[in-house]
């Protein structure tokens, strides 16, 4: 028998209870005309997640979207109010703007992307949220690096918490993998139609290779036990296509199991990186689908905090956690802590995981590859295999206004074009807000809306394995990492922090915007009347103070090229003579005549 934590449950013919003993059911048929008068709440990416799968039991026993004690309890003990284990808040939150027209008894729609109504709560609570206590207690990040910490930090004010009687109208629609989004209540019914009463849960972090299959093969056949495999596609902050070739090859995985012995699940339940936490909640849903086992990965749902790479919770800390609750889960333990013998990594790999790897490394890692998965998974993985130099990639500017990120961005971007084959995108804070955020002011609010709006573009077109050049201020380190998080699961993030100082900028204030900042004529000016938060994890420091423009952009071109996402440095720019000029106008592209040093801005 394999080590884990055993319950040795006496032997019963029907499946273990849902957790808390009963499955919650929130769908009804309700009355939609009087309906249409009420207010309305569009639901975020993960709220519309977290509604459904309140909405079908799998987050039994809760029954509706967490009220203060509950949320502060669960947060600080990982207990809600009455004392059961429960890790993480589940929270609806609206705008202050809706809320302050809201008071208790109101019902309020709530609503999908499209608009389409999905549930109506009837309001009994209204709270404010301790966004510091989440960020330290749940993310190990008090100073909102980690991307989910990020984005509680981004939303900190003006958004109020929601809670009261749940009512689901219909579910969200789901187009994609339908075959395999079962609810709790389908899939229990199916286990016993078959007889089951021993299944092993399993929410593999990554995906299903030669180890995770045989490993989970063996548990479930030496427990003669069903397996039930859940692929997670719920989404954070945006639409996650990468999750589409995730999906099929989990897929393509389950033909290595011996018939009729595994299933798969697709879970709309977001990615909550948050260590044990995360996977104490993964392992509630899992019992909720009838698993009476669940196996437990030393690294599930750990994150590095900001670019560092760092663990935040400490290796293997996921499995004393489950192991330690497990009466209390009723489920048996199954640990799975080692994949990959270091000795077979790639040196790259093991210096940082995330990083893209060489021309040498990347063939050692397709040979690793073909030894350690299979090749029907490996050919719907076929690009993540591909050599960083064909990944796509976001480089991101930050720095006060006058700093030099818009010259170094243009002069980057020119080299790439004349020098290689990639697409490649500039996007310019001021481009952006003139042609995508027109509408918008420069209030913080408007400031991280049209950051995050570049972000998305960026990460689109790094999806497609273009290179996207980034420029705006991005004064906030909460909207920074949210871009790092949005980019990240389609490619490289590399962010450059052009740290001239205030003095400088000011000194170049060729349109006078400093001036008219120290007047009190533009208010929340960066760096005079609004705060700029340096990055501290930023893979390139510049000082344009120190260095010209193109000595910039070599050193850019000479990281890139070592980290493997260009192939060669072969006719990189060469450093101009002269010395450095001033700003020019902030949408002027620098005009350089031979033998003369580019604008720095």
């Known amino acids: 028998m394999m080590d884990g934590t055993r319950l040795y449950r006496p032997f019963s013919s029907t499946l273990i209870p849902p957790y808390g003993g009963k499955l919650v059911e929130l769908q009804v048929t309700a009355e939609?005309?009087?309906?249409?008068?009420?207010?309305?709440?569009?639901?975020?990416?993960?709220?519309?997640?977290?509604?459904?799968?309140?909405?079908?039991?799998?987050?039994?026993?809760?029954?509706?979207?967490?009220?203060?004690?509950?949320?502060?309890?669960?947060?600080?003990?990982?207990?809600?109010?009455?004392?059961?284990?429960?890790?993480?808040?589940?929270?609806?939150?609206?705008?202050?703007?809706?809320?302050?027209?809201?008071?208790?008894?109101?019902?309020?729609?709530?609503?999908?992307?499209?608009?389409?109504?999905?549930?109506?709560?009837?309001?009994?609570?209204?709270?404010?949220?301790?966004r510091r206590l989440e960020a330290e207690r749940l993310y190990a990040a008090p100073e909102g690096r980690h991307p989910d910490a990020a984005y509680l930090y981004n939303r900190r004010e003006g958004h109020v918490c929601l809670t009261g009687r749940l009512?689901?109208?219909?579910?969200?629609?789901?187009?994609?993998?339908?075959?395999?989004?079962?609810?709790?209540?389908?899939?229990?019914?199916?286990?016993?139609?078959?007889?089951?009463?021993?299944?092993?849960?399993?929410?593999?972090?990554?995906?299903?290779?030669?180890?995770?299959?045989?490993?989970?093969?063996?548990?479930?056949?030496?427990?003669?036990?069903?397996?039930?495999?859940?692929?997670?596609?719920?989404?954070?902050?945006?639409?996650?296509?990468?999750?589409?070739?995730?999906?099929?090859?989990?897929?393509?995985?389950?033909?290595?199991?011996?018939?009729?012995?595994?299933?798969?699940?697709?879970?709309?339940?977001?990615?909550?990186?948050?260590?044990?936490?995360?996977?104490?909640?993964?392992?509630?849903?899992?019992?909720?689908?009838?698993?009476?086992?669940?196996?437990?990965?030393?690294?599930?749902?750990?994150?590095?905090?900001?670019?560092?790479?760092?663990?935040?919770?400490?290796?293997?800390?996921?499995?004393?956690?489950?192991?330690?609750?497990?009466?209390?889960l009723g489920l048996d333990i199954v640990p799975f802590r080692d994949l990959i013998p270091e000795e077979d990594c790639p040196e790259s790999?093991?210096?940082?995981?995330?990083?893209?790897v060489s021309g040498t490394d990347a063939g050692r890692l397709r040979e690793m590859a073909q030894s350690f998965s299979y090749p029907t998974v490996l050919h719907e993985l076929r690009k993540p295999f591909r050599g960083g130099a064909e990944h796509g990639l976001t480089i991101f500017f930050t720095g006060l206004s006058g700093a030099g990120k818009s010259t170094i961005a243009r002069i980057l971007l020119a080299w790439l074009m004349e020098h290689g084959e990639r697409h490649v995108t500039i996007l310019d804070g001021d481009v952006v807000r003139k042609h995508l955020s027109s509408e918008l002011g420069?209030?913080?609010?408007?400031?991280?809306?049209?950051?995050?709006?570049?972000?998305?573009?960026?990460?689109?077109?790094?999806?497609?394995?273009?290179?996207?050049?980034?420029?705006?201020?991005?004064?906030?380190?909460?909207?920074?990492?949210?871009?790092?998080?949005?980019?990240?699961?389609?490619?490289?993030?590399?962010?450059?922090?052009?740290?001239?100082?205030?003095?400088?900028?000011?000194g170049r204030d060729r349109k006078g915007l400093y001036a008219r900042a120290r007047q009190g004529l533009i208010p929340q000016f960066t760096g005079i009347s609004d705060p700029y938060e340096p990055p501290t994890h930023a893979e390139i420091v510049i000082d344009t103070a120190q260095v010209s423009a193109t000595d910039a952009v070599q050193h850019i071109l000479g990281y890139l090229t070592e980290a493997g996402y260009l192939i060669s440095q072969e006719s990189a720019p060469v450093a101009a003579k002269g010395s450095v000029e001033s700003e020019p106008p902030e949408r002027d592209v620098p005009d350089v005549r031979p033998g003369e040093a580019p604008a720095i801005r």
């Open 32 to 130: 939609l005309a009087a309906a249409r008068n009420f207010p309305s709440l569009d639901l975020t990416a993960r709220e519309l997640g977290d509604l459904e799968l309140l909405a079908t039991g799998a987050f039994s026993p809760l029954t509706t979207f967490m009220g203060r004690a509950d949320y502060e309890s669960v947060c600080s003990d990982m207990r809600l109010q009455d004392g059961t284990l429960w890790p993480l808040p589940v929270v609806l939150e609206a705008s202050a703007k809706l809320a302050e027209g809201l008071t208790i008894g109101a019902q309020i729609v709530l609503r999908d992307a499209e608009g389409t109504m999905v549930a109506i709560l009837t309001i009994e609570e209204m709270f404010e949220r301790d």
């Open 167 to 328: 009512e689901v109208v219909e579910l969200p629609d789901r187009h994609d993998f339908t075959a395999f989004r079962q609810s709790p209540a389908s899939v229990r019914a199916a286990l016993a139609r078959e007889g089951s009463t021993n299944v092993i849960g399993y929410m593999p972090h990554g995906l299903l290779h030669r180890a995770h299959v045989e490993f989970s093969r063996q548990a479930a056949l030496t427990r003669r036990a069903w397996l039930l495999v859940f692929a997670l596609v719920g989404l954070r902050h945006l639409e996650e296509p990468a999750y589409y070739r995730r999906v099929r090859a989990l897929r393509a995985a389950l033909e290595h199991y011996p018939q009729d012995t595994v299933r798969l699940n697709v879970s709309p339940l977001s990615p909550r990186q948050a260590g044990a936490r995360a996977a104490l909640l993964a392992a509630i849903v899992a019992r909720n689908f009838g698993c009476s086992h669940f196996i437990a990965e030393h690294d599930s749902a750990d994150l590095g905090e900001g670019a560092s790479g760092a663990p935040c919770y400490g290796q293997y800390q996921t499995i004393v956690t489950l192991e330690r609750h497990a009466r209390e």
């Open 349 to 356: 790999l093991l210096r940082d995981p995330r990083r893209a």
């Open 442 to 506: 420069f209030s913080r609010e408007h400031r991280n809306l049209n950051v995050l709006r570049l972000g998305y573009v960026a990460s689109l077109v790094t999806q497609h394995h273009g290179i996207a050049i980034c420029a705006p201020i991005a004064p906030y380190a909460a909207t920074r990492a949210q871009v790092r998080a949005m980019v990240q699961p389609h490619g490289a993030f590399v962010e450059v922090y052009v740290a001239t100082s205030l003095e400088v900028c000011e």
